[in-house]
């Protein structure tokens, strides 16, 4: 079965002060680690797509990199607009197709 | 715009009275799914379709019924409403399942059972 696990549920930075969100996983073969962005009373939206170990993406103040087990997001210079929760998801190879997704980390950064 | 269109937005409801909550697609995906959103626990897949006429079950099914009568419309069923039911509901396609970017999500539903 997989499993994603993601800490710390919750994290509170000053406006430039960079960090990394942590998402560990396991899983029976890789085909995708993604992350999404999901703001209150939305639907998550799509960040990034890892698909093998030293495998890294970035998008402006964000950055992605990819272990065996692990996967980060790196913040570097947050700004209050990227305050939301962080949601990871691991995709299988199995018929189902589902993504299984960790409980995320609410990102709140103050000016 | 490519989207997936889910209503109602908010839903309050008693226990026992059958509902469906619509999800439509613009973009032609073979792929849509249902998840449920509760706090501590993530996002669980409910049901899932890979294509018309063809559903399955996901980790979290009880309770809930689907059809995809067409290829752009997925709409989740609830016969007989519960408490537990209570949750933020999600629609979400994909081209194949498979996408590079995972999945579409829709704005979601937001449902009380009293």
């Known amino acids: 079965e997989d499993q994603v696990t993601q800490s710390p549920e919750a994290l509170r930075l000053q406006e430039g002060e960079s960090s990394s969100l942590n998402c560990s996983y396991t899983v029976s073969g890789l085909r995708g680690l993604f992350w999404y962005r999901q703001d209150p009373g939305k639907g998550p939206e799509f960040l990034f797509t890892?698909?093998?170990a030293g495998e890294e993406k970035e998008k402006e103040r964000l950055k992605a990199t990819l272990t065996k087990k692990e996967s980060f997001l790196h913040i570097t210079a947050p700004k209050p607009e990227d305050s939301a929760t962080y949601l990871c998801a691991v995709q299988s190879y199995t018929g189902r197709r589902a993504l299984t997704f960790g409980s995320g980390t609410r990102l709140q950064v103050q000016p | 715009e490519a989207q997936v269109t889910q209503n109602p937005r908010y839903l309050i409801t008693v226990t026992g009275k059958k509902l469906t909550v619509t999800c439509s697609q613009n973009m032609n995906h073979e792929y849509m799914s249902w998840y449920r959103q509760d706090p501590g626990l993530g996002l669980r897949q409910i049901y899932y379709?890979?294509?018309?006429?063809?559903?399955d079950k996901g980790d979290v099914p009880e309770g809930y019924k689907v059809s995809r009568k067409e290829k752009r419309n997925f709409p989740l069923i609830l016969e007989s409403p519960s408490p537990n039911q209570t949750s933020l509901y999600f629609c979400a396609s994909s081209l194949m399942g498979t996408d590079s970017y995972g999945y579409t999500f829709g704005s979601g539903t937001r449902l009380t059972v009293v």
């Open positions: 890892l698909y093998s």
């Open positions: 379709s890979m294509n018309v006429e063809v559903t």
